[in-house]
């Protein structure tokens, strides 16, 4: 798979400047509309899912959305036009009334926005599986097993347009449906919200996907997944940790990875920890390599149709960086 661009020799356990590799920020294409899919993303769709129409996907898309109207906050130039009504108002013995100043006190005339709950494809500075996919939802048929994209959740949007820097970045990763190795914590002590799961299962379809916050506990750079050359490999001295991932022992498949310092989260591992930033307790990813030292808290999640919704539990989960 396409990846990080490496412009010089690398060898395992190197630090990897954002320079060298190209820092990761997500991005949505803004101007990408739901009919401008390419003949691709299409075909992965339609391989073993069943796709509904534009009206019934902006249904259930609606019934999860969050409208946000923005305030009103007055500027140096409202505040001058205010003092300039009382002040003249003063002058001739009258008072300044709530209809002369309505104008000022109404809220702006923008449309309003909506923080979106399903997971949205980003851009990837390089190219990726995912490239015909940016700015569309998430369905759960889109992945292969060991498969992953990066994506926002909770983004902004106005007029169906992602409003840059709002949301969290995420991964989103297929990992193999065995349960010889998979764990996860009994969600019941966790505030998930009702309807969500701590990962996507489907027997029927052998599946499942796990989803994290994309920014590691480290130094809160973005970790990926499975996006590097095969020149450039984490490295792999699990055992100084006291770690041995099945990501890697079992299945020979590289756990997340943050190629800034190294640090490494294995997506079978779903583990209870607390947030050391604020000693609320989370499930995540394990930490199986340092030099982050907490793990990579995971994004409750549910299907709505095929298409992938995330739900918040603590905001205090994703408050580290």
Not at 82 to 105: I, K, Q, R
Request: hydrophobic share 35%; charged share 20%.
């Amino acid at each position: 798979m396409p990846g990080l661009r490496r412009t010089s020799e690398s060898r395992v356990g190197r630090f990897a400047s954002p320079r060298e590799y190209g820092r990761y920020v997500p991005q949505v294409e803004t101007s990408k509309h739901r009919d401008e899919l390419s003949e691709r993303a299409k075909s992965i769709r339609r391989r073993a899912m069943f796709m509904p129409g534009d009206g019934e996907e902006l249904d259930d898309r609606s019934a999860t959305q969050t409208p946000v109207v923005p305030s009103k906050t007055w500027t140096r130039r409202d505040w001058i036009k205010a003092g300039a009504m009382a002040g003249a108002a003063a002058g001739v013995g009258t008072l300044v009334g709530a209809e002369v100043l309505a104008p000022l006190l109404a809220p702006p005339i923008q449309p309003p926005g909506t923080i979106r709950e399903d997971f949205v494809y980003t851009k990837f500075p390089e190219p990726q599986w995912w490239d015909g996919l940016v700015g569309d939802p998430v369905h759960v048929g889109d992945f292969q097993v060991w498969q992953g994209a990066t994506a926002v959740w909770r983004g902004l949007f106005r007029n169906g347009m992602y409003v840059d820097g709002t949301g969290l970045p995420v991964l989103v990763v297929r990992v193999i449906r065995d349960d010889t190795y998979f764990r996860a914590p009994d969600p019941a002590p966790y505030p998930i919200p009702s309807g969500y799961n701590l990962y996507y299962d489907d027997p029927a379809r052998d599946l499942r996907i796990v989803v994290l916050l994309d920014r590691c506990t480290h130094l809160c750079c973005y970790p990926g997944w499975h996006i590097a050359y095969d020149q450039l490999r984490p490295p792999r001295d699990y055992s100084t940790y006291g770690e041995t991932p099945p990501t890697w022992t079992a299945y020979n498949q590289d756990p997340v990875w943050c190629v800034c310092h190294d640090s490494q989260y294995d997506p079978l591992l779903l583990t209870a920890d607390l947030n050391p930033k604020n000693g609320v307790p989370f499930v995540g990813a394990k930490i199986v390599h340092g030099p982050g030292t907490f793990n990579l808290p995971i994004v409750p999640v549910r299907p709505v149709r095929d298409i992938l919704y995330g739900g918040m539990p603590d905001p205090r989960w994703y408050d580290y960086c």
